[in-house]
């Protein structure tokens, strides 16, 4: 090996085979290797990961700026629906609805289009609770905690590992969601065109609390997909920007919830 070194300059030049490696090395006391072992590990925040703080942080700033543009729009339907009321009601729906879509087609979560969804779909629920306040007095304070105790309940439950999203249970989810989706656009169509007299169109009396459960039922296990997705992201390391995507899941989820309940409180209240 000397004779190879000698002979060939790039042998020659590198400090594992001219000698020299044990003298450029640094060596390491074991009070110093014992401090490395001592220091803290990084955090999902120094790692730029998603963590569970992080997603929590977004999703309560996603709900500030939905509770501004609510108080508006509530204000504008208080103490008597207004023309002002019914505008922003509409157009933060069209606008809620738009960049719902948008956000939900990205493949990369975009902080200012989540916002704008937020604000928007902050006026229209704004606007619809005031128009429920103004015609059934507390109504908008039993939805909100109808809206707390069921969120609260199915965190505790999967928290503690009850209830779990399995293959199954979303591929029932899917359906029922499609069939909802369905007969809410036919109860839409009943109602503009004047067959079907009733606020509430289909959705009147005992069918219409019936209804009302099922789909309380089904925005409940939506919840449970967004827990399950926000759980993997964390455990499997997902880059710190897609809390933004759990963050606006759970306030889709939950916004839609508190409509549902709303209705079945006004159905019941009716």
Excluded: C, H
Aim: glycine content about 10%.
């Amino acid at each position: 090996m000397a004779e190879a070194s000698s002979s060939n300059p790039a042998f020659a030049k590198n400090p594992i085979f001219n000698g020299k490696a044990a003298a450029q090395t640094p060596t390491i006391s074991a009070d110093g290797l014992q401090e490395l072992y001592d220091r803290p590990s990084a955090t999902p925040s120094e790692t730029d990961r998603m963590s569970y703080e992080d997603t929590i942080v977004k999703t309560v700033g996603l709900f500030a700026v939905f509770l501004v543009t609510a108080v508006v729009g509530f204000l504008s339907n208080m103490p008597v629906p207004t023309v002002l009321g019914l505008g922003l009601m509409i157009g933060g729906f069209i606008g809620g609805l738009v960049f719902g879509l948008i956000n939900a087609f990205k493949r990369e979560p975009s902080v200012p289009l989540i916002f704008l969804y937020a604000a928007f779909e902050g006026l229209a629920i704004g606007a619809i609770s005031g128009f429920f306040e103004a015609r059934w007095g507390g109504i908008v304070l039993q939805a909100v905690l109808a809206t707390v105790a069921v969120f609260g309940v199915t965190l505790a439950l999967f928290a503690n590992g009850k209830i779990r999203a399995s293959k199954r249970a979303t591929k029932i989810f899917l359906i029922a969601m499609v069939g909802y989706m369905v007969f809410s656009l036919l109860n839409l169509i009943l109602m503009m065109t004047g067959v079907v007299t009733d606020p509430f169109g289909l959705r009147s009396g005992w069918i219409g609390l019936v209804i009302g459960v099922l789909v309380v039922i089904m925005a409940a296990y939506s919840l449970v997909l967004d827990f399950d997705a926000i759980q993997r992201g964390v455990r499997s390391g997902a880059p710190r920007k897609y809390g933004w995507s759990g963050a606006f899941g759970l306030m889709t989820t939950i916004v839609w919830l508190y409509l549902e309940l709303l209705r079945i409180i006004a159905i019941f209240r009716n």
